[in-house]
């Protein structure tokens, strides 16, 4: 049987066809694999997507804050008696000076209650007077007593001496001189006896005297103080600046304790900021920081930290390094920069809402259309910058929009 026989060019033909035949199917299999998105994977318009390059830089280590300036010292003024309000002496808002009275309260029970209590004091001054004499009295009588014994001890010696002279002449008897003997033995142990009950009587009279004293001291205390209750019915200025919050009204009734106003250091201004607490671990009282105030950089530090933390932050208070800005008004708002470190190279990516997720993914562009979500370390972060502790390298292309409707998903098709 005859057999075709084909031409080796024939066969040549033949076989590219088939191979391109092969190639567009393997092509068309590969766009259809790459159009129709997997189980884990999310198509996405590619112009609602925002990216970012990581890259290698210096790191700007630091917080923007929104501050607010208030006074350096405020000083509260309360009020220490109770009563109602009869003249007012001052207005909110003056300058004051240490001491100047702001206000006049009036309280007629107060006043009474005084004049008893002051009188019911001067009863027991004029008592301790008294008792103060009597002391005096018993020192001086002791005295006496020891003195008139004294006078008749040297008179019966001075007898005693001059009868002496006659016995021995033999003028006079025995019988004549021993009751002088007598008598000058028993005013010697008189005028002994009352030297010892003088200085007994000292000690103990010198506790009473002391007792006294301590006593009448404590009684003039008490009426100063009780003076002193009816003159702070007069509310004054405890040290000077600029009175605030002074709302008194005449007629109005006050109770002691309470609040009348405060005292606002002039010229002398902190600024309070709250952070997030984020930062919580990394600021600290004395870190630097810089106000930005009117196109100028005001250098400052951190005085306090309050560590409560309220609805995700916690508030720092600070004050100006240098010469205080003037100008500067009670509750003005500021831009501060507070500086956590020194600028450190190291790998960081932009910030975007791609961060809400808690950062610790990311989708990496592995082509232009592709996306691959990766895990990530972060450390510090500023407005621009998040450092990338692992996960990612330089060059690496990141997705920065928000991530929170991507998260089931681990790939992104981008169209």
Do not use: C
């Amino acid at each position: 049987m005859d057999r075709r026989i084909e031409r080796p060019q024939h066969k040549r033909r033949k076989l590219m066809t088939r191979m391109a035949i092969g190639v567009v199917a393997l092509a068309i299999a590969a766009m259809l694999w790459w159009s129709l998105p997997g189980t884990n994977a999310l198509t996405v318009d590619a112009a609602a997507i925002r990216t970012g390059t990581v890259t290698r830089a210096p790191f700007r280590d630091f917080v923007p804050l929104r501050a607010e300036v208030a006074p350096l010292r405020t000083v509260f003024v309360t009020a220490i008696s109770g009563g109602q309000v009869a003249d007012l002496m001052t207005s909110d808002g003056v300058m004051v000076a240490a001491g100047s009275p702001l206000a006049r309260l009036s309280n007629p029970a107060l006043a009474i209650e005084v004049a008893s209590r002051s009188a019911d004091i001067a009863g027991q001054l004029s008592a301790i007077s008294g008792q103060r004499l009597a002391v005096q009295a018993s020192r001086q009588g002791s005295a006496r007593d020891l003195a008139e014994a004294r006078n008749a001890l040297s008179k019966a010696q001075t007898l005693l001496a001059q009868k002496q002279v006659l016995f021995e002449k033999g003028i006079i008897t025995r019988g004549a001189i021993d009751p002088l003997r007598d008598d000058v033995a028993y005013q010697q142990s008189r005028v002994t006896a009352l030297e010892r009950g003088a200085v007994e009587a000292g000690a103990t009279l010198a506790d009473q005297a002391s007792g006294i004293a301590a006593t009448a001291q404590q009684l003039r205390e008490s009426l100063n103080m009780v003076r002193a209750s009816l003159s702070a019915l007069v509310l004054r200025a405890p040290v000077a600046g600029r009175l605030t919050a002074f709302t008194l009204q005449p007629g109005q009734t006050l109770k002691a304790g309470d609040a009348v106003g405060q005292i606002d250091s002039e010229g002398q201004w902190k600024l309070t900021a709250d952070v997030d607490q984020f930062y919580l671990g990394r600021v600290r009282a004395g870190l630097r920081a810089t106000a930005a105030i009117d196109g100028r950089n005001y250098p400052m530090a951190a005085l306090k930290v309050l560590p409560q933390v309220t609805n995700g932050r916690f508030r720092i208070e600070l004050g100006f390094s240098g010469n205080v800005p003037r100008g500067l008004n009670r509750g003005q708002t500021l831009d501060v920069r507070l500086v956590l470190g020194a600028d450190k190279p190291a790998v960081v990516a932009p910030t975007g809402g791609w961060l809400d997720a808690g950062g610790t993914t990311a989708f990496v562009l592995d082509t232009e259309h592709h996306a691959v979500r990766r895990s990530i370390v972060t450390g510090r972060r500023n407005p621009d910058q998040i450092e990338i502790l692992s996960g990612l390298v330089p060059g690496d292309r990141i997705v920065t929009t928000a991530l929170n409707t991507y998260t089931p998903f681990q790939t992104l098709i981008l169209r």
